[in-house]
């Protein structure tokens, strides 16, 4: 129901931006995320961002490096990835709540499929 787009592979202090777009069966989206998952490790929240777009909160694996933003006239969500590192490689995941509030790491109600980042050293 979230479609995301621009994972690739991008070399170490590379810079990456990952967008993410609702499809047309997705309700009214407030609060988006993004998450990421690593082989043989769990999903985890990297940065979320509030319907207005005026707060958001990161993971402290990327504080100062990743910025989440959105474009609501574009109904499209960001997620600009600087200083990438090695271990930054991971299926990048959009998510959306149908809702107004609650923490940003947790409670998405709509799903994206994943765009696969890596970061080569």
């Known amino acids: 129901q979230l479609v995301e787009s621009g994972g690739g592979l991008v070399q170490a202090g590379g810079s990456r931006r990952l967008s993410c777009v609702p499809s047309?069966?997705?309700?009214?989206?407030?609060?988006m995320g993004w998450f990421r998952q690593a082989p043989g490790k769990e999903r985890e929240f990297v940065a979320g961002?509030?319907?207005?777009?005026?707060?958001?909160d990161y993971a402290d694996s990327v504080k100062g490096r990743f910025t989440i933003s959105r474009d609501n006239a574009k109904n499209t969500v960001y997620l600009q990835m600087n200083s990438l590192k090695p271990e930054d490689t991971a299926v990048y995941y959009c998510?959306?709540?149908?809702?107004?509030?609650?923490?940003?790491?947790?409670?998405?109600?709509?799903w994206g499929q994943g765009t696969q980042v890596t970061v080569s050293s």
């Open positions: 961002i509030n319907w207005s777009g005026d707060r958001t």
């Open positions: 047309g069966r997705t309700g009214s989206t407030y609060g």
């Open positions: 998510a959306a709540k149908a809702y107004v509030g609650g923490p940003y790491n947790s409670g998405y109600d709509y």
